[in-house]
């Protein structure tokens, strides 16, 4: 990318519905606050896309299965959307953990530490960067199909009899769930329904959190640095406004 003579400058573009940051000349930026410093928020930016994704998709799984009964999915299918959008989500509040670490590590926070995102931020970075249940769920359930030895465990000592292996009550293919499947998995991992849903608890409140405090993180450190920041409210086109 040729470097381009204009200072570097942020637009911050606000309009009746929605917002979009433009980077003004981003190499400048890059020179000015520290490539490593841009390449520690650009992967924090990334964990807050996975995020949104799956909060979105958990949203979406919700509306939709408040609208039973419903030819498109089962009650068997929404708990199991619920279940794996719910552990992608605890595995990738863990790599966000690791990815604020690597941003603490570059030192862009020493002369705002005070600031309150960052003081927010600093705690949920050293809550999850050291999660040893986050971890469990990243490395075994979140992004991994579990580890054979803990099927075999549970399936030897769970004594339930008859087991659901498959539970269905749709008429397309992706309507049900398996669930001797999963109770195994969490029997041979040693995993408590009360311990699921306290952590459960912690992820919402977290994954809420995070977006803005890292777009106001991101903003403070560019004033830190001098670089501009323009604030554009934009005037609503017809398409832009909100109905009645």
Partial sequence: MPQR??????????????????????????????VRVLASFYKCFMGTERILTFEHLMFLNEKASQQLPDETADEYAFDRNRMV????????????????????????????????CWLRLNELRSEWNREHFAARIRNSLAFHLGEMEHYVTGIEQLETDPVRLIGSNGIRRFSGRYEATWNSLFHGMGLQDND????????Q??????????????REVLESFGVAIEVVHENPSSDDRVPA
């Fill in 5 to 34: 003579s204009c200072p570097p400058r942020v637009e911050w573009r606000t309009r009746a519905r929605g917002f979009e940051v433009l980077i003004h000349n981003p190499r400048g930026l890059a020179n000015a606050i520290g």
């Fill in 85 to 116: 959008l719910g552990l992608a989500l605890a595995g990738t509040m863990y790599e966000m953990g690791a990815a604020l670490q690597e941003l603490t590590a570059t030192g862009i926070a020493r002369n705002l530490r005070e600031r309150p």
């Fill in 196 to 203: 699921m849903k306290t952590f459960v608890v912690r992820t």
């Fill in 205 to 218: 409140q977290a994954h809420d959190e995070l977006p803005s405090l890292l777009n106001e993180f991101f």
